[in-house]
């Protein structure tokens, strides 16, 4: 079984790398996201997927700064950058059956989503 820590260093790895293949088979096909920031939600791996690939275009990067985790929870805070400016996010994870069930995004400002992904969330 993939530790909590091990499926979080990945999922990092594989967004950073853009490699969408890699990051699904981390996630399960019931997985839930959430960013309270921007009251969105996204419910189940292929939506999530397209969530990512589509959701998320230009030239952004991220750095793991610190992953903290236990037998079924981890967090992680990392940096963002995108359009030159850098941010802070902090993400809450949950793991069962070695696979991410649950990934809730906290980020420093509340913001309106994009238009462009609207057809992929439901607001909360």
Excluded: C, K
Excluded at 20 to 39: K, N
């Amino acid at each position: 079984m993939t530790s909590p820590r091990a499926l979080v260093s990945a999922y990092w790895a594989a967004a950073e790398a853009r490699n969408w293949e890699a990051f699904g088979r981390l996630l399960s096909v019931d997985v839930v996201y959430q960013a309270p920031m921007s009251r969105e939600r996204v419910s189940g791996r292929a939506a999530y997927l397209r969530f990512n690939a589509e959701g998320f275009t230009g030239d952004w990067h991220l750095a793991v700064e610190r992953i903290v985790a236990d037998e079924v929870t981890a967090a992680s805070w990392i940096q963002m950058t995108d359009a030159g400016e850098t941010y802070p996010g902090l993400t809450f994870f949950e793991v069962a059956d070695g696979l991410i069930v649950s990934v809730t995004d906290f980020w420093p400002q509340v913001y309106e989503p994009p238009a462009s992904r609207e057809h992929l969330i439901e607001r909360i």
